[in-house]
């Protein structure tokens, strides 16, 4: 229902920043979550940022609070990711996600909230 393309990923020094941006193809409603994970190797999947369509709410992980930034542009029906101050355990791949399902904010982490990925963008931080 809803495809997602993710760009804007690179390499960078540690103390460098990002953005990355999240192109939504599909009808998103207000209400509903879009947001940010990362997977790097040996590791899990982590919830980055998240944020409510049309209400503003977000979320982050504590290991970014701080120095990540998510915001949406309506008008272009796209999803931002800044990261500032990056760190060597910032790197990973990114993927952009959104739910098309309600949830309470307290769930706006959790991977199996989320109907539609991206393919991923790949974020290199050298120390």
């Known amino acids: 229902q809803v495809t997602l393309v993710e760009s804007g990923g690179g390499a960078v020094q540690a103390g460098g920043s990002l953005r990355l941006s999240c192109a939504a193809s599909?009808?998103?409603?207000?209400?509903?979550?879009m947001a940010w994970f990362r997977e790097a190797p040996g590791k899990g999947r982590e919830g980055v940022a998240a944020?409510?369509?049309?209400?503003?709410?977000?979320y982050f992980a504590d290991s970014v609070k701080g120095r990540f930034t998510i915001s949406q542009d309506n008008a272009k029906n796209t999803l931002y990711l800044q990261m500032n101050s990056l760190k060597a355990e910032d790197t990973a791949m990114y993927y952009c996600?959104?739910?098309?399902?309600?949830?309470?904010?307290?769930?706006?982490?959790?991977?199996?909230?989320?109907?539609?990925w991206g393919q991923g963008t790949q974020v290199t931080v050298s120390s």
């Open positions: 996600a959104a739910a098309l399902r309600y949830f309470a904010g307290w769930g706006a982490l959790f991977s199996d909230r989320y109907d539609s």
């Open positions: 599909g009808y998103i409603r207000s209400g509903n979550y």
């Open positions: 944020i409510r369509t049309g209400f503003g709410n977000t």
